[in-house]
Each structure stands twice: as structure tokens, then as C-alpha cells.
């Protein structure tokens, strides 16, 4: 599920089934991608 942070980009929630999906909106959107181990969450934060 994507939940919007503002300013700071999107914070997903990573999970098996749409971690590539994801991902793969990510960096369509010219986001960077940086991701959170201990939280297992991948967020996305506008380059811009």
C-alpha cells in the first residue's frame, strides 16, 4: 500500500508480492530509492 509523506516522498511497505511493482514505480517517477532493513520498508523521495 502506498501512503504519501509529503514533501518527503512515498514510504511503502515492502512485501513479496509487489516489492518489484514498487520498485519499478519508483524509479519510473524518478524517485531515489533508498531502503530501511530494520523497518523493512523501501522509500521513494523525489529527486526534485
Do not use: K, P
Amino acid at each position: 500500500m502506498w501512503t504519501t509523506e509529503g514533501i518527503l516522498g512515498l514510504r511503502v511497505a515492502v512485501s513479496n508480492l509487489n516489492f518489484a511493482d514498487q520498485l519499478s514505480h519508483c524509479i519510473r517517477s524518478s524517485y531515489i530509492v533508498r531502503f530501511d532493513d530494520h523497518l523493512q520498508t523501501m522509500v521513494c523521495t523525489n529527486s526534485t
